[in-house]
């Protein structure tokens, strides 16, 4: 079964302080495909990232960085100097290939920057 | 620049009550869904559709059903609201296939529906 698991309910930091959010997966697929969405207050979903299965690199995105490690199963991202405009609602989100474009998404992490 | 068009972003609507919510999407997408979350669960698929008069269920669809009568155009509709069924309902479309590099899927800005 496909799962997407968030630990972090909620993550308070002070601006310019690095903040890493976890994500653990679950899957049997062999192809799948990796996402993170940022939901800032107005509420619309804004694609950041995606990774699929076959690519372990790291990426970096400016202040933005995303470790996949398939061994861990996890896709853990990190703001570094973390600023107030970070402050939102982050998901993780996992698509099986064989289910096509069908988005399973973890809990969430409320993300709060304080200046 | 790719729109997905949630008609009401605040609704208060009484229990019993019909309700309607409308999507539409400026993309020529063949997908189509409708999501809900909740705190602390996240995001949940309730319906999509591939096509236009296709759906099919997803994850939590009791107490929902859908209407696709055009292509750009995805209803989800509440039969007898109830208090449950308050939270935030998210659309989303995307062409069909895997997500890979040449595959998005968008959302739209949300619909907080209240049922009192």
């Known amino acids: 079964a496909q799962k997407v698991t968030q630990a972090q309910t909620e993550i308070s930091v002070v601006e310019k302080e690095d903040v890493t959010l976890d994500c653990v997966y679950e899957t049997r697929d062999t192809t799948y495909y990796l996402f993170w969405y940022k939901q800032p207050p107005s509420g619309e979903l804004v694609f950041l990232i995606r990774r699929n299965s076959f690519d372990e690199q790291n990426e970096i995105s400016g202040r933005y960085s995303w470790n996949f490690q398939k061994s861990t199963s996890s896709f853990n991202f990190t703001i570094t100097a973390s600023q107030v405009v970070d402050s939102a609602v982050y998901f993780c989100?996992?698509?099986?290939?064989?289910?096509?474009?069908?988005?399973?998404f973890g809990a969430g992490t409320i993300l709060r920057v304080k200046s | 620049d790719v729109k997905v068009t949630q008609s009401s972003r605040y609704l208060v609507k009484r229990t019993g009550e019909k309700v309607f919510l409308e999507c539409v999407q400026d993309?020529?997408?063949?997908?189509m869904f409708w999501y809900r979350q909740d705190p602390g669960l996240g995001l949940r698929l309730i319906y999509f559709s591939y096509d236009v008069k296709m759906k099919e269920k997803g994850d939590i669809p009791e107490g929902y059903s859908v209407s696709r009568e055009k292509k750009e155009r995805f209803s989800l509709i509440l039969e007898s609201a109830s208090t449950n069924q308050t939270s935030m309902y998210l659309c989303?479309?995307?062409?069909?296939?895997?997500?890979?590099?040449?595959?998005?899927?968008?959302f739209g800005e949300g619909s907080w529906l209240t049922v009192v």
């Open positions: 989303a479309s995307s062409f069909p296939g895997q997500l890979s590099s040449g595959n998005t899927i968008y």
């Open positions: 993309m020529d997408h063949e997908n």
């Open positions: 989100a996992l698509s099986e290939a064989r289910y096509g474009n069908k988005l399973v």
